[in-house]
């Protein structure tokens, strides 16, 4: 139901959103379902994150091959192939949104962040010594 050959959720056309949500409201009804969209879409939009990237994660540690020829389960083999060449192995997709690597300090905030701050003492703390070491060594701020 979900398409797979898109780079990123944001690529998904209009009317493949209606269909996904068709099939909510097939199943389920309320008052005002269609205020409710967003807060559906948005859980729907994680799930599927999450489901990609654990496609990926299995596949990562595999050779090309054996990649390709592992098709999961639930998934048609051509759409397996265009995400595997197209977006797994796309410079784009190894190297985040602007085609380099995040550097250290973005990669701990945005793995630690809760409401877009750091809310422990020690992360802060922590946080702001990355920074700094970043910052005195230019050959640090890529992995």
């Known amino acids: 139901m979900c398409p797979l050959r898109v780079h990123s959720w944001t690529d998904i056309k209009e009317d493949q959103l209606e269909h996904m ?8 009804s309320c008052d005002d379902m269609n205020a409710k969209k967003e807060h559906v879409l ?20 595999k050779p090309f091959c054996d990649a390709l020829k592992d098709v999961p389960k639930g ?11 197209e977006h797994f ?15 250290m300090d973005t990669i701990f905030f945005e793995t630690r962040k809760k409401d877009n701050k750091l809310v422990e003492p020690e992360t802060n703390a922590k946080y702001a010594e990355i920074q700094k070491l ?6 640090l701020t890529n992995i």
């Open 21 to 28: 949500w068709d099939a909510v409201t097939d199943k389920f």
């Open 42 to 61: 948005q859980p729907m939009r994680r799930l599927w994150n999450n489901w990609r990237g654990s496609l990926h994660k299995n596949m990562k540690s």
């Open 75 to 85: 998934v048609d083999k051509s759409d397996w192939e265009w995400l595997v060449k």
């Open 89 to 103: 192995l796309s410079g784009k997709f190894k190297g985040g949104k602007d085609g380099k690597p995040p550097n």
């Open 134 to 139: 970043v910052q005195s060594d230019s050959s």
